[in-house]
């Protein structure tokens, strides 16, 4: 990799202000979860108004770890993101298990969710690209892989988004910029068009569906929440790109907060027009649930023009994911935490194109599982360090020094005792009612400590070594 020159020449630049910022927020943020989860919602909840409360409860928890996250990255505007939270409370072996897990369950796994969720709403205007055209599929402990038409397409889209992300932070900003433009103007009209000229009925909030899910009702919610913080996935966004922030201290928590606030109406709203549009029942396991309500709304031919935008949403999400995800582990490798190759910048571009390389490579192995599986996944993991990371406030309030952002300390500690109590239900009903899934994630976190003991007693044996 002779274009390559290490960390040590080079440093990454603060180019993005507050606009830039808050567009990561909303893209990594709407896009496969809004647009996929509402169907499954429907069938392990079974009435609107749960389907409702899940994403008002899932709004304010996001809310509460902005918040939360504003102060921590206030005080460290570096990239990296939990990696550096956890490394600075809690020592550098939990700083390495979260970008070890950020790796596969918060980037590379979302990112494979995304470019599935892609494919699946082409699949709706092009049945044969849809979930059943899978030509292969097996299963490993409790894990399915499928080979087919929708994995070829999602690998696609990973394989040219990561030859993107290659050119530079400023080019894949101006169209992170577009596509999120794109993507605001597609949910407005969505929305709009939807209440006034689309053919639905308010009569759709009245009946409810036969669950699909033998769980106790409040145990089924902590598990479903799962799907929802999945939905609200990167509200922690801009935190993982600090140290490319212009004014990280003014720019950070006002793009964490109005993008969790705004992405958090913009999902009301199309809750209430997917509902509006289409039955809960008829909407049961969907998961193109965008497009199913334009077809009823609309009709085919609009639906499929609506299927198209909403499908080109979804690549601004995926977008999103592959910038900010090699950052953390261009940070981590800084620190000799990661491969040394993910810490050598371009001299060109400025951006950690090894890791860039990794990420996509991991994504693309992950297209070929399953979606609700790669969800569940997901959301057990992130709540887990995401609990961690905010726990970590505690400790730092401790420090001298420690800038304090005045909304978390409003009746401190409820806002971040708020988000580890409902973390902490959610992490233990998924273990309960997801085993399979919740080991992998575990087995994910034990393969990570596993890996960094062997690096040290590397490291620890080279030094004994004679010269």
């Given at each position: 990799m002779s ?32 647009f996929?989860?509402t ?5 392990d ?5 749960l ?18 996250y504003?102060?921590?990255?206030v ?29 596969f ?11 599935l969720?892609f494919?699946g ?8 690209l ?10 490993i ?11 070829a397409l ?15 932070i ?12 794109i ?10 068009l ?41 509200w922690?966004a ?25 992405v ?12 509006f549009?289409?039955?809960l029942?008829?909407m ?20 499929g023009?609506?299927g198209v935008?909403m ?16 950052r953390?582990?261009?940070a981590?490798?800084k ?6 190759v ?7 571009s ?30 057990f ?10 726990s ?11 800038q ?5 300390s409003?009746?401190f ?17 998924g ?12 087995l ?7 890996v ?6 590397l490291?620890?044996?080279?030094k004994?070594?004679?010269?």
């Amino acid at each position: 990799m002779s274009g390559i020159v290490p960390n040590s020449s080079l440093t990454l630049q603060r180019q993005l202000g507050m606009w830039s910022a808050t567009a990561l927020v909303v893209s990594n943020m709407i896009g496969t979860g809004i647009f996929t989860t509402t169907g499954f919602l429907a069938g392990d909840l079974g009435q609107p108004s749960l389907v409702f409360g899940i994403w008002v409860v899932g709004a304010l928890f996001a809310l509460a770890g902005a918040l939360c996250y504003s102060e921590l990255g206030v005080n460290f505007p570096t990239s990296g993101g939990e990696y550096v939270y956890l490394r600075q409370a809690y020592g550098p072996v939990w700083g390495f298990l979260s970008g070890w897990v950020s790796f596969f369950a918060g980037f590379s796994a979302p990112i494979a969710a995304a470019a599935l969720a892609f494919a699946g709403y082409l699949g709706f205007i092009f049945p044969s690209l849809g979930q059943e055209s899978s030509t292969l599929r097996w299963e490993i402990g409790g894990i399915t892989w499928q080979i087919g038409a929708t994995q070829a397409l999602a690998a696609g889209l990973v394989l040219l988004l990561t030859l993107l992300n290659c050119v530079g932070i400023v080019l894949v900003a101006r169209a992170q910029n577009v596509l999120t433009t794109i993507k605001v103007i597609v949910i407005a009209a969505f929305v709009l068009l939807g209440f006034f000229v689309g053919q639905g009925s308010w009569e759709n909030f009245s009946p409810v569906a036969e669950r699909t899910s033998t769980s106790p009702l409040l145990q089924q919610f902590a598990v479903s929440l799962f799907w929802v913080m999945f939905g609200y996935s990167g509200w922690n966004a801009a935190t993982y790109v600090a140290e490319e922030l212009r004014e990280p201290h003014r720019t950070l928590p006002r793009a964490l907060i109005v993008g969790t606030v705004a992405v958090a109406l913009i999902y009301l709203a199309l809750n209430v027009v997917f509902i509006f549009g289409t039955p809960l029942e008829m909407m049961k396991g969907v998961v193109a649930v965008g497009a199913l309500a334009a077809s009823r709304l609309f009709g085919p031919q609009v639906a499929g023009l609506f299927g198209v935008l909403m499908a080109l949403a979804i690549v601004s999400t995926v977008n999103a994911m592959m910038t900010i995800g090699p950052r953390v582990y261009y940070a981590m490798a800084k620190d000799g935490a990661f491969l040394n190759v993910a810490a050598r910048l371009s001299p060109r571009s400025r951006v950690p194109i090894a890791a860039v390389i990794f990420q996509g490579s991991c994504a693309m192995l992950m297209t070929f599982t399953s979606f609700p599986q790669l969800v569940t996944y997901i959301g057990f993991s992130l709540t887990f360090f995401t609990v961690l990371a905010v726990s970590s406030l505690f400790v730092f309030r401790r420090r001298p020094g420690w800038q304090r952002l005045r909304a978390v300390s409003v009746a401190f500690p409820l806002v971040p005792a708020s988000y580890l109590l409902v973390g902490a239900w959610m992490i233990y009903y998924g273990l309960m009612l997801r085993p399979a899934i919740s080991a992998a994630a575990v087995l994910t976190l034990v393969t990570g400590a596993a890996v960094y003991y062997a690096r040290l007693r590397l490291r620890d044996a080279s030094k004994e070594l004679p010269t």
